[in-house]
């Protein structure tokens, strides 16, 4: 999967306004649903330093689970790559009751979805991030999203995600909680445009000229790690 991925810090006051903006042109997928993400990482923090020193190429290894807990939730095992603006995601999707079986057997065939094209390949490719780098869960990243495709371009996804939360040190179970996470953002929310081409249709660069939106380089993944002080944790999280 490749596209182009556009980021926008926006004012919360902006959130009702934007959306009643691009309702003509889009279409609703899904309304205040819960993306709820915990973030691998080496020991040396190797994947936060790339951002935050601005490297062209990086990554992202992370389990991604939607929405709130039911008998048959999915799990994502995704590996996200960026170059510049393009990103590149890798995914395997897994019953989150077979999660921690399958981390700790490594049994693809036995617990890998075939829902999705080379699903048991990026697993593959997931579990030897995992292994090979000695990765471990840093943070659990929370936020509530409403997201939009084009009604003329179905390609063209437009989220919006508010309410940022995250925790430090999180176990897998962990990936449901709400009441011990940590709010992060409470002023802005985060808008972003994913399209198959840097080339945006004409309405919604004129909403964006018009609001005077900015680009912004945005990761959710710094951004709440961050905010948990993680020089005076480091230690803690290398005991792991």
């Known amino acids: 999967m490749k596209r182009v991925e556009l980021k926008y810090l926006v004012g919360v006051e902006l959130y009702d306004r934007l959306k ?9 997928d899904r309304v205040d649903y819960a993306v709820r993400s915990i973030y691998f990482d080496t020991p040396n923090f190797d994947y936060y330093n790339d ?11 992370r389990i991604r689970i939607y929405d709130v807990q039911r008998d048959n939730s ?3 095992l995704e590996i996200k790559r960026k170059h510049g603006l393009t990103i590149f995601k890798n995914r395997a999707p897994v019953f989150y ?34 292994y090979a780098y000695n990765l471990k869960p840093v943070v659990l990243v929370t936020y509530n999203r409403d997201a939009f495709h084009g009604k003329f371009n179905p390609l063209l996804r437009i989220t919006f995600d508010r309410n940022l939360r995250s925790l430090l040190n999180p176990k897998i179970s962990d ?24 080339v945006l249709p004409v309405w919604l660069r004129s909403i964006i000229y ?23 944790q480091k230690i803690e999280l290398l005991r792991r």
């Open 74 to 76: 999915l799990a994502f």
């Open 175 to 198: 990936i449901f909680v709400e009441d011990i996470l940590k709010f992060v953002m409470f002023d802005f929310f985060i808008m972003e445009v994913k399209s198959p081409s840097q």
């Open 20 to 28: 009643s903006e691009i309702a003509p042109f889009v279409v609703e």
């Open 97 to 130: 009751s077979n999660l921690d079986d399958l981390l700790k057997t490594g049994d693809i065939e036995r617990y890998v979805l075939n829902l999705e094209p080379l699903s048991k390949e990026n697993a593959r490719k997931f579990l030897y991030h995992l």
């Open 210 to 232: 018009n609001y005077e939106l900015k680009l912004v380089s945005f990761s959710k993944y710094v951004i709440c790690l961050d905010s948990h002080d993680i020089l005076s």
């Open 51 to 61: 951002k935050v020193e601005g490297l062209e190429v990086r990554k992202k290894v």
